[in-house]
């Protein structure tokens, strides 16, 4: 592992990516699969996309990042939207790297650039969440 923070190392175009997914009616489950709905991955207020870098970590790690994340807001951690670098940036956005907080902040990123009209957003969204793949959370992770 590099002693360089990994806050200072720019995000790879073939990175894994989570997006922890802490609201259960953000999954479809209506299909033979779950499918993440696209406002899972509608930025919040300041336009960005918090999301989780896959680097370094193994899985129980990972949901153990997630289930900070699910504490510090108070919801259930219901799984994650797993997906790569390259897929929100062909909708010309970027990943950064980006302090987050708690023990997590290490491998926090931000998906940025997105335009400020609601419309707009959810358009990204929408192909964000179709190509995500859930994963479902479980206790014994």
Known sequence: MSSIPLADVPVADREDLARFILVEKHVRRDGSLPEIKAVAFLPYKHVELSVTRHRDLQAD?????????????????????????????????????????????????????????????????????????????SQAA
Do not use: C
């Open 61 to 137: 790690e990972l949901w153990a990042l997630g289930q900070q994340v699910a504490d510090m807001r108070q919801l259930p951690l219901v799984g994650r939207g797993d997906l790569t670098t390259n897929v929100p940036r062909q909708q010309g956005l970027d990943v950064v790297p980006a302090e987050g907080p708690g023990k997590g902040a290490r491998n926090h990123a931000n998906i940025v650039g997105w335009p400020s009209e609601k419309a707009a957003q959810m358009v990204k969204a929408l192909e964000l969440a179709a190509a995500a793949q859930f994963v479902k959370y």
